[in-house]
């Protein structure tokens, strides 16, 4: 059998594809503030460690930012020409904060939904399009593995059924066409939902690493 994610486990090392804290995807709007001043964004997923978020600012590796209160550093950054795609580390404890309240509500509708994946999946931001019962829309996937991810939908989906996803292309990676289908509903509201891979129909699981090392490039920086 392929081994896949070669790069990723040479990353990973003893953690055997586990992040030290478990991340929750959302949709919660906030305001960042900066050197700059304050601008609007996006949470979509947090952690005991800190948070991503989609910011309108462009915020840089390394500077100190506020979100909704909380102090934060920016660990990594991907940039795209309307927004910014931005991985905040937490300088502060969490008890005590609307960060806690809201990791409680997440982990408990966890709980509710599917057991821990089998296969490693990496947080990414790559722009992708959904056919779905015969209707394109545009997407975002939010979190990648070899054989599944999560994406955030333009429109609302179904809580079950096939679909196809269009992965690209971007700059200096491939358009990856793949068979797919929604397992489960992250967040009705927000539109976020987890697929299970079921074959190409363009590009191969080769492309799909590109992906992936791509996504762990971005964390390095």
Same mark, same amino acid.
């Given at each position: 059998?392929?081994?896949?994610?070669?790069?990723?486990?040479?990353?990973?090392?003893?953690?055997?594809?586990?992040?030290?804290?478990?991340?929750?995807?959302?949709?919660?709007?906030?305001?960042?503030?900066? $050197? !700059?001043?304050e601008? /609007?964004?996006?949470?979509? =997923? #947090?952690?005991?460690?800190? #948070?991503?978020?989609?910011?309108?600012e462009?915020?840089?590796?390394?500077?100190?930012?506020?979100? !909704?209160?909380?102090?934060?550093?920016?660990a990594?950054?991907?940039?795209?020409? $309307?927004?910014?795609?931005?991985?905040?580390?937490? &300088?502060? %404890?969490?008890? $005590?904060?609307?960060?806690?309240?809201?990791?409680?509500?997440?982990?408990?509708?966890?709980?509710?939904? #599917?057991?821990?994946?089998?296969?490693?999946?990496?947080?990414?931001?790559?722009?992708?399009?959904? #056919?779905?019962?015969?209707?394109?829309?545009?997407?975002?996937?939010?979190?990648?593995?070899?054989?599944?991810?999560?994406?955030?939908?333009?429109?609302?989906?179904?809580?079950?059924?096939?679909?196809?996803?269009?992965?690209? %292309?971007?700059?200096?990676? /491939?358009?990856?066409?793949? =068979?797919?289908?929604?397992?489960?509903?992250?967040?009705?509201?927000?539109?976020?939902?987890?697929?299970?891979?079921?074959?190409?129909q363009?590009?191969?699981?080769?492309?799909?690493?590109?992906? &992936? =090392?791509?996504? &762990?490039?971005?964390?390095?920086?």
């Amino acid at each position: 059998m392929e081994r896949p994610l070669a790069r990723v486990e040479d990353i990973l090392g003893d953690q055997g594809g586990r992040r030290r804290d478990v991340r929750y995807a959302c949709s919660i709007p906030g305001t960042v503030t900066s $050197g !700059r001043g304050e601008s /609007p964004c996006r949470i979509v =997923n #947090l952690s005991q460690g800190g #948070l991503s978020a989609h910011c309108q600012e462009k915020l840089h590796k390394g500077e100190m930012v506020e979100v !909704r209160g909380l102090r934060c550093q920016v660990a990594w950054v991907t940039k795209t020409s $309307g927004e910014c795609h931005a991985r905040l580390a937490l &300088l502060e %404890p969490v008890e $005590g904060t609307w960060l806690e309240q809201e990791l409680q509500e997440l982990s408990l509708k966890a709980k509710e939904g #599917l057991q821990r994946r089998s296969s490693l999946r990496v947080g990414c931001d790559f722009p992708a399009t959904v #056919l779905f019962q015969e209707k394109s829309h545009q997407a975002r996937v939010i979190d990648l593995g070899s054989h599944g991810a999560r994406i955030e939908s333009s429109q609302p989906l179904g809580s079950e059924g096939p679909l196809v996803l269009t992965l690209g %292309p971007t700059s200096d990676l /491939p358009t990856v066409v793949i =068979n797919a289908a929604i397992i489960a509903v992250h967040d009705e509201n927000a539109l976020f939902y987890g697929l299970a891979f079921a074959g190409f129909q363009q590009g191969s699981s080769a492309d799909l690493r590109l992906y &992936l =090392n791509c996504a &762990l490039e971005v964390k390095r920086r």
